[in-house]
């Protein structure tokens, strides 16, 4: 038994002398083979046809494996793709902030220099208008500390108490 094979569109008829083979596509794009018996001639599908049959089968269902496959791919290139490029992205968006947070740190610093100068200039202010009304020897005087760039605002280690010690340290500067 001849076959002579004709592909149209999306079936494929096979003709022989009394039977016909459609393929047809179906939506994932593989073919399904059905053996339609001719109304005029009924024959056995014999084991050899079977064979021949299952080969064309498993050359579509390999065929559209493979094309199936290659999409895949594809699309896991161009996924790569545009996570390589998202996530360079992101790493520069970061390198951005971080320079950023870089920046407010400093001024964040500045800031609290600045405030504490502040403070300090207050302190002395405060324990001067303080000390001022301080007359008598046995009044009790506040310390005045100072403020240093590099430490921050400091306290002396040793300040008179009252004026009466006050003014024995400088008699000694004197003296």
Same mark, same amino acid.
């Given at each position: 038994m001849s076959h002579a094979s004709r592909r149209q569109d999306s079936t494929t008829t096979v003709d022989a002398a009394s039977e016909s083979f459609l393929l047809t596509t179906l939506t994932a794009g593989t073919y399904l083979l059905f053996y339609i018996m001719s109304e005029t001639k009924s024959e056995v599908l014999t084991f050899d046809n079977y064979l021949k049959y299952r080969l064309v089968q498993d050359k579509d269902v390999g065929r559209e494996f493979e094309r199936l496959r290659t999409k895949i791919e594809e699309g896991n290139k161009s996924l790569r793709v545009e996570l390589t490029t998202t996530e360079g992205t992101l790493s520069g968006g970061l390198n951005?902030? !971080?320079?950023?947070? %870089?920046?407010?740190?400093?001024?964040?610093? !500045?800031?609290? #220099? *600045?405030?504490?100068?502040?403070?300090? %200039?207050? #302190?002395?202010?405060? %324990?001067?208008? &303080?000390?001022? /009304?301080? $007359?008598?020897?046995?009044?009790? @005087?506040?310390? @005045?500390?100072?403020?240093? +760039?590099? =430490?921050? $605002? *400091? /306290? +002396?280690? &040793? $300040?008179?108490? =009252? @004026? !009466?010690e006050f003014w024995k340290l400088r008699l000694q500067q004197n003296g």
């Open positions: 951005r902030l !971080n320079n950023e947070l %870089g920046k407010v740190k400093v001024d964040l610093q !500045n800031l609290k #220099d *600045e405030v504490s100068q502040v403070k300090a %200039g207050l #302190d002395q202010l405060s %324990g001067r208008s &303080y000390n001022k /009304m301080r $007359f008598l020897p046995q009044h009790n @005087i506040a310390k @005045i500390g100072a403020y240093r +760039p590099a =430490t921050g $605002f *400091e /306290m +002396p280690s &040793y $300040f008179p108490g =009252t @004026i !009466n």
